[in-house]
């Protein structure tokens, strides 16, 4: 559920990085996405797979995991591929790519990552995978994966930082390239232009994560050793995750920043309520919420990504946060967003 909490933003101007062509009523059409963000590496690799029967590989995740595959899919229906179900029947495979390998691997080793078991899991079979970030650990681990496959391998990064690493550790034999993220090619899509055909403007909302990767300390019960939440079985801790963070989203520090911020660079608009819930989640929003929440605000700052690339598809202003160290965020704003009016990118200290 998402929480609720009333904010008049007025239009008082206020120092800092503000953008002056957000004025008047320009904020309802501000850029957007253009073609120059369209895939070039992956349709060129794509196009090669024309006339062969390909399994598609979509890896399980978020809801920014679902918007990536649904931007994959309707790249596969304007290439013409010859999708298969069953892989036996199979010449080669696709696998989605995720943000997995921007995990550290002592929470989740490599061999265990969704994509680390995909590239094992079809290692006699040539693999292609779709733009995805990594750190340097893994991608070092990773290479060790790639020596015990037969089958080709293309691995596309969706940043150069991700881009190099792969590039350093890869094996000789595995071809390395770079190209935006997969939710990118909804852009034009019908999908895409009839969410757009339900824009409203009525909100600023705040998505704020609470895993490794949290702008806040998460409440008590997720401070509980790994071991034991292992134990628990995950409708459990769905239920308990659902219950207990309820009922602190909206009255977090990040929140409260992230209004202030919201205020600094869009000082024109205006926010009657603010929304806060980490919509990301499947187990808490479907995808059609996530894309609703979304579509319903008037700008959005978020530590997830895919919030952020949602909003900029739809010419939403948006700030994407960062968090000192890291990558996978700032990396992707800018290879893909950086040149958009309406987009941020906010460094923050981690928790």
């Known amino acids: 559920m998402l929480r609720l909490r009333h904010a008049a933003f007025g239009r ?36 090669e797979l024309k006339g062969k029967k390909v399994y598609f590989e979509p890896l399980a995740g978020n809801n920014g995991d679902n ?22 029947k199979a010449e080669t495979v ?16 490599i061999e265990k990552s969704l994509l680390g078991l995909a590239l094992l899991k079809y290692k ?40 190099s690493l792969f590039r350093e550790f890869a094996p000789a034999n595995v071809e390395v390239y770079v190209d935006h993220d ?23 909302l705040v998505v704020e994560r609470f895993d490794a990767e949290r702008a806040t300390k998460p409440p008590g019960v997720f401070r509980i050793p790994v071991l034991f939440r292992s134990l628990v079985p995950n409708s459990l801790k769905n239920l308990i995750k659902k219950r207990a963070l309820g009922a602190v989203y909206g009255n977090t520090p990040f929140v409260t920043e992230a209004i202030s911020k919201a205020r600094e660079h869009f000082p024109s608009l205006n926010y009657n309520v603010v ?46 946060v960062q968090f000192e ?21 906010w460094i923050k200290r981690p928790v």
């Not at 229906?77 to 069953?86: A, F, I, P, Q």
């Not at 997969?182 to 600023?204: E, P, T, Y």
């Not at 995808?287 to 010419?315: D, K, P, Q, W, Y």
């Open 325 to 345: 160290g890291g990558h996978k965020v700032s990396a992707l704003f800018e290879k893909s967003l950086q040149k958009l009016p309406n987009a941020r990118l």
């Open 67 to 88: 918007l990536m595959r649904l931007g994959a899919m309707v790249l596969f229906k304007e290439l013409g591929l010859d999708l298969v179900d069953d892989i036996s």
């Open 124 to 163: 006699d079979l040539p693999v292609i995978v779709l733009p995805c970030s990594c750190i340097a650990s893994n991608a070092k681990r990773l290479s060790d994966i790639f020596n015990l496959r037969t089958g080709s391998t293309t691995i596309i990064a969706r940043d150069e930082i991700s881009y």
């Open 182 to 204: 997969m939710s990118f090619a909804l852009i034009g899509s019908d999908w895409l232009n009839d969410v757009k055909k339900r824009i409203s403007n009525n909100s600023l």
């Open 94 to 109: 696709v696998v989605s790519g995720n943000g997995d390998l921007t995990i550290h691997p002592k929470n989740k080793p």
């Open 275 to 320: 929304k806060t819930g980490d919509i990301s989640l499947p187990q808490n929003y479907s995808f059609e919420s996530f894309v609703a929440e979304i579509a319903n605000a008037s700008a959005v700052v978020s530590t997830r990504m895919h919030v952020c690339i949602m909003a900029a598809l739809l010419g939403k202003p948006f700030i994407a």
């Open 12 to 47: 008082k101007a206020v120092s800092g990085n503000t953008d002056t062509r957000l004025t008047g009523n320009r904020e309802r059409a501000i850029k957007q996405p253009t073609n120059s963000m369209m895939h070039t590496i992956v349709i060129n690799k794509l196009k």
